[in-house]
Every structure is written in structure tokens, then in C-alpha cells.
């Protein structure tokens, strides 16, 4: 048993008394505070929930529980850009990279180097995405992983390398390999992968060169970025009655119309008019699920190593099954209308084929 299971499931029933307590006192105690702003309050958590495991709110919107740290390295992965602290998830999530990582190893790519995932509880972030808040979001480079192991500084400095030409948005054809087409294929081949972004030019790769098989190209969408990184989501987990699930992906392989309006100049004109706020700028606390309150104000685990995942990734790592247990609390969604819809790079799309014109995310 690691440290993980003994120290923090052993206290999980206990623990989540105390959070069912403060989700009930939470809007009382908090209510002179509900202003902040919700990236300030949770980029500034160090570490998880020590609570179960569940997702609140959406992708764009949102926060999480229970959240396990995947291990800076691995046998089939290093981990990257240490310093920012998202290396969490929900514990289905991290789970899935590795298995990512050793799946893809086998396929022979060299390994993944493990870009954002969350930061410890979720939320909204000081920089970068507007998604990744609630655990099942994850970022995964499309440079092989070195044969040596990365020191932290050339964790954070080392440049990912663009497969994209951004005046043409076509893929680098010397760039673009076979071993690339296979890890998305291994990436989408798992049930629970709803979604992957890429870069329309990858996309169109893909339309262009995949044959047998090309059902899996139905869950690859293309997106402005991840150009040197693709884009893994997951659904909404088991226990996460709080977690608003997204629409499904359009029928179909995405080769079509959808995808050659990426291919005009329409998505890369500049904005006009008056700068529209980001999102995570305008949202407070009183934006986000309730619950995210009592996730915010839950204990912390005694110590980053007492929840970071040791799957099945390689001898050194003993078996842990990932925890489950019941949700926190039953939170609805709270639709905010102060946040438009357009301020968050994955906000539900309108259900027709070609995406409309947005901002361009800084999401890099
Ligand atoms: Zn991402």
C-alpha cells in the first residue's frame, strides 16, 4: 500500500463529513469573499482536495476533487514545466496518460512528455487555458521524449517544436510522421476519450494521409494552437454528478466543410472592435458550481507525494487502484450569464458544422 491509499483513503469518510460541512456553511462564511476572483483563489492552492474524487461544473467552468499528481517521471513519461503545478487530475485522468504512455512506447513513439493538466483543485488559471479546470483535460507535446532525462530547467525551457507552418496552417511535412499519426490513433482509441484538439494543418494531415480505419478521426477536432502539443479530454467520470458533460462530437470524420473553413482567412482575421474580457478575469467564485467552495476550502492531502498516482507504469510502481467514492455534493451547473459564452475557448459550440468566428485563445 503507498501512502496514497493508507493515509488518505483511510480518512476519506471523515474527510468528506467535513466537506458535506463546509458545502452547507460555505455561502455564509464566504459570502464577503464570493467577489473574488475564482483564478486567484485557486491558483494559489498548492495541493488537491483531499476529498473523493469528483468534477464540478464544466470544462471551461469549473473545479475538482480528489485530485492525484501524475509522477514527474515515469518509465514511458516526464512531466514538463514544473514550476507552473498542473500536473493534476482526476485520478481516471492520470491514469490514462500512463497507460497512454506505455501504449504509445509499444507502438514506438519514444515516450510523452506530459505538458498542463490542472492545477491542484481545478478552478480557473492565472495564465493560459481556459479550460483544463476540472481534472479531465490534458496536454501531451508532440515532441518525442528525449532519451535522457530532462533536469528541471530544461523542463522548463526547452522548446516544443511547432509541426504547423502558421502562415500556410499546413502540417511541416519533414516534421510530421507516421509515429505522430500513430499516438493520436492510440489517443483516441480509448473509450473514454471524448475529444483530442489539434491544429486544423494536423487535422487536415490526418484527413489527407489515414486509410483503413478513420472512425477515430471523428473524436480529433481542430482548434486554433496545438500546433507542438494535442489536447486530450476525457467524459465525466463515475461520482461526478456535479460534471456537465459536453455535446457530442459531430457524425462523421471531420474532412469536410467543417474542416476547410479553417482553410480561409475568416478564423485567423484579427478581432475587431472593443477587447472582450476573458473569461477568467470576470469569474468569481459566485460564477463556478457551488460545490467548488467547499473543494476550495477542503483539507489538504499531508504532502504532494501522498497523492501522486503510481499506477501499473513500470516495476518501481505498485498497483494502486484508483480511488472511488461517492460525490461531495450534488451541485447544478449555474449558468452565468455575465460570462459570455465566446470569452471561453471551449464553451459549448452552436450545433452546426462550421464553427463560428471566436476570439483566438492565448492557450498555448
Ligand atoms: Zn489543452
Not at 475538482?64 to 516526464?78: K, M, N, Y
Not at 493520436?184 to 484527413?207: D, F, M, Q, T, W
Request: proline share 10%; hydrophobic share 35%.
Amino acid at each position: 500500500m503507498t501512502a496514497f491509499s493508507s493515509g488518505f483513503l483511510g480518512k476519506a469518510g471523515r474527510l468528506l463529513m467535513a466537506a458535506a460541512t463546509l458545502g452547507l456553511v460555505g455561502t455564509d462564511i464566504h459570502a464577503a469573499s464570493a467577489s473574488e476572483l475564482a483564478k486567484d483563489l485557486f491558483g494559489g492552492k498548492r495541493l488537491p482536495a483531499a476529498i473523493a474524487p469528483a468534477s464540478y461544473g464544466f470544462y471551461s467552468k469549473g473545479c475538482f476533487s480528489g485530485g492525484v499528481a501524475i509522477a514527474t517521471d515515469g518509465p514511458t513519461w516526464q512531466a514538463m514545466r514544473l514550476s507552473r503545478n498542473r500536473r493534476w487530475g482526476h485520478p481516471k485522468m492520470i491514469a490514462l496518460i500512463e497507460k497512454l504512455s506505455r501504449e504509445a512506447t509499444a507502438d514506438g513513439w519514444p515516450g510523452l512528455l506530459v505538458g498542463d493538466i490542472s492545477q491542484p483543485r481545478g478552478g480557473p488559471m492565472l495564465t493560459g487555458h481556459a479550460s483544463h479546470q476540472i481534472g479531465l483535460d490534458a496536454d501531451i507535446w508532440l515532441t518525442p521524449m528525449p532519451d535522457h532525462r530532462l533536469s528541471p530547467t530544461e523542463r522548463e525551457n526547452m522548446s516544443a517544436v511547432s509541426m504547423v507552418n502558421e502562415k500556410t496552417h499546413r502540417v511541416i511535412e519533414k516534421r510530421w510522421t507516421p509515429a505522430h499519426t500513430r499516438l493520436l490513433e492510440r489517443a483516441a482509441s480509448y473509450p473514454e476519450v471524448e475529444r483530442i484538439l489539434v491544429n486544423p494543418g494536423i487535422k487536415k494531415k490526418l484527413c489527407d494521409t489515414v486509410t483503413g480505419d478513420r472512425s477515430w478521426l471523428r473524436k480529433v477536432r481542430p482548434f486554433w494552437g496545438h500546433d507542438y502539443h494535442f489536447h486530450v479530454r476525457i467524459g465525466c467520470q463515475a461520482g461526478s454528478v456535479g460534471c456537465k458533460e459536453q455535446d457530442p462530437t459531430p457524425r462523421g470524420d471531420g474532412c469536410d466543410k467543417s474542416l476547410a473553413w479553417w482553410f480561409t482567412e475568416e478564423p485567423w482575421r484579427p478581432a475587431t472592435g472593443p477587447a472582450k474580457p476573458r473569461a477568467r478575469d470576470i469569474m468569481t467564485m459566485s460564477s463556478l458550481p457551488k460545490a467548488c467552495r467547499a473543494v476550495l476550502d477542503a483539507p489538504s492531502p499531508t504532502s504532494e507525494a501522498a497523492v501522486t498516482y503510481h499506477g501499473p507504469g513500470g516495476s518501481e510502481y505498485a498497483a494502486t487502484p484508483a480511488p472511488q467514492a461517492p460525490a461531495v455534493a450534488e451541485t447544478p451547473v449555474i449558468t452565468d450569464p455575465g460570462v459570455p459564452a465566446e470569452a471561453n475557448a471551449f464553451a459549448p459550440r452552436p450545433s452546426v458544422d462550421i464553427p463560428l468566428p471566436r476570439p483566438r485563445p492565448a492557450n498555448k
